[in-house]
């Protein structure tokens, strides 16, 4: 513990501050330039980003799969559809004339027999399912639930409020997936057993009607007067092209769903209500324009933000100094010729001319300033005059592009990848002068304290010896000079 100047009166806190303070000044410089190293690596990494985006951009553009776009239309709300690649330009005309379903059918387990242990068996798509049956109806359906496989949701429903102040009467609603194949029948017991089923194991399920057994619910309607009848039958949608053409035996399709997939190339068709044929769904599929655009219109506005990032980096402020003057300060991008080159090639990759042609013909229009726009209606005016051209054109300006921003923001070798790589490692260099120069301060410290220490015990000391000298010539006999 150091104490101020108890003998010599020094603030030597103060005093080793100051002369720190002095031979610190080096390192002031080293965490000045540390600071705007790491300023410029944050600038270098956010450009990088967006050169990066750039490149993705331009290389799909540059694809030709990617200019294999369409879209579809529906004539009627009854009817949507989705189009993926692949599709080709046609129509297709269908009416619907029904729609999918699941089954629905309501079980009354009450006096069922259901054996011991209690036991469901379930018939659907050709397999057998058994389902243990204990508990009340409330554990029942969760254990229906439950079975996944059997592709049922089962719910307990009051199908009465009772008689003469009784319980209400419950029963159990089964409701399975759509399509005609996934009708179910329920049996009461295990109908395996009870031989009103007969399971090869190999998927071959024969049901022996004259069995004795009690059937809960059946897939398909058997008459109005059986309490197994479904309250909805399991149906697949059935829609019917070209009906307008009047064919004797037109083509139908179904599908245990209301999409249809693959009704066309590349088209899936979904219905949601039924038409007649005299008011048939037509779908129309045709190039999507928008998106050929946007193919254009992305990589040219990916071009605008790299150049935009550049152009602000690099742009000068002024202010005015302590004395009076005004002070110019280049921007962080001031003189640096990699990112200079960067912007020039970006823009002349955009903006020169393929096989002689310009690119402001398809819309891709640089100003005097070195702005790069797109012209959307001029596009869309060389899209209509020769969409092979100048389709052929935007490939091969987006695959220039797409060549310089890989070039410069490869993740391995990019060449601003490597000048971000460098700054980091001169961030690190710095650091690690910074630290060093904190270890040799903190030792220039202890010395000085030890010196100033030293100083104060030595003049500890004199003022010792001072004193003692007083007191012995104060002990020697006076003189008279009178005498």
Do not use: C
């Amino acid at each position: 513990m150091a104490i101020d100047g108890l003998i010599s009166g020094l603030n030597t806190t103060e005093l080793i501050n100051n002369l720190l303070k002095i031979e610190a000044a080096p390192q002031v410089l080293l965490q000045r330039n540390s600071a705007e190293t790491s300023t410029l690596v944050s600038a270098l990494q956010a450009l990088n980003t967006k050169v990066a985006s750039l490149g993705t951009n331009a290389a799909h553009s540059a694809k030709a799969t990617s200019w294999e776009v369409s879209k579809v239309t529906s004539s009627s709300s009854a009817a949507t559809a989705a189009v993926s690649a692949g599709a080709a330009s046609a129509s297709l005309e269908f009416s619907v004339d029904r729609l999918s379903a699941g089954q629905v059918s309501m079980v009354n387990l009450s006096g069922a027999g259901l054996g011991t242990p209690p036991t469901l068996t379930v018939v659907r798509d050709g397999k057998v399912y058994t389902v243990d049956a204990t508990g009340n109806l409330d554990d029942i359906a969760k254990a229906i639930n439950a079975a996944k496989e059997l592709g049922l949701s089962a719910v307990k429903v009051r199908v009465s409020n009772g008689t003469n102040g009784g319980e209400p009467e419950y029963r159990l609603q089964l409701s399975g997936i759509s399509g005609q194949q996934n009708a179910f029948d329920v049996y009461a017991g295990d109908a395996v057993e009870l031989g009103v089923i007969t399971d090869d194991g190999e998927g071959t399920v024969t049901e022996n009607v004259g069995a004795a057994a009690v059937r809960l619910a059946h897939g398909t309607d058997p008459g109005t007067d059986d309490p197994a009848k479904p309250l909805v039958s399991a149906q697949d949608a059935q829609i019917t092209l070209w009906p307008s053409a009047g064919a004797s035996d037109p083509a139908q399709l179904t599908s245990a769903t209301n999409t249809f997939a693959g009704v066309m190339t590349g088209v899936d068709a979904t219905v949601s209500a039924t038409t007649s044929a005299g008011s048939p769904v037509v779908l129309t599929v045709s190039p999507d324009a928008d998106a050929m655009r946007k193919l254009v219109s992305d990589v040219i506005g990916s071009v605008g933000v790299v150049l935009s990032e550049i152009s602000s980096r690099t742009a000068s402020t002024t202010s005015t100094g302590a004395d009076g003057r005004t002070v110019v300060t280049g921007g962080l991008f001031s003189g640096d010729s990699a990112v200079r080159g960067l912007a020039d090639s970006v823009r002349s990759a955009a903006s020169y001319p393929v096989d002689g042609r310009s690119p402001s013909e398809i819309g891709i229009n640089i100003d005097r300033y070195g702005a790069i726009t797109f012209d959307q209606a001029a596009f869309d005016a060389a899209m209509a005059k020769d969409p092979d051209g100048t389709q052929k054109m935007a490939m091969a300006i987006a695959e220039r592009v797409a060549k310089v921003a890989e070039a410069a923001s490869d993740p391995i070798d990019g060449t601003l990848t490597l000048k971000v790589t460098a700054q980091e490692d001169m961030v690190k260099d710095l650091g690690r002068q910074i630290a060093d120069w904190d270890r040799r301060l903190e030792l220039r410290r202890e010395g000085l304290q030890r010196t100033y220490s030293a100083l104060e015990v030595a003049l500890s000391r004199m003022q010792s010896q001072q004193s003692w000298l007083a007191g012995q010539l104060a002990t020697l006999p006076q003189t008279n000079a009178s005498r």
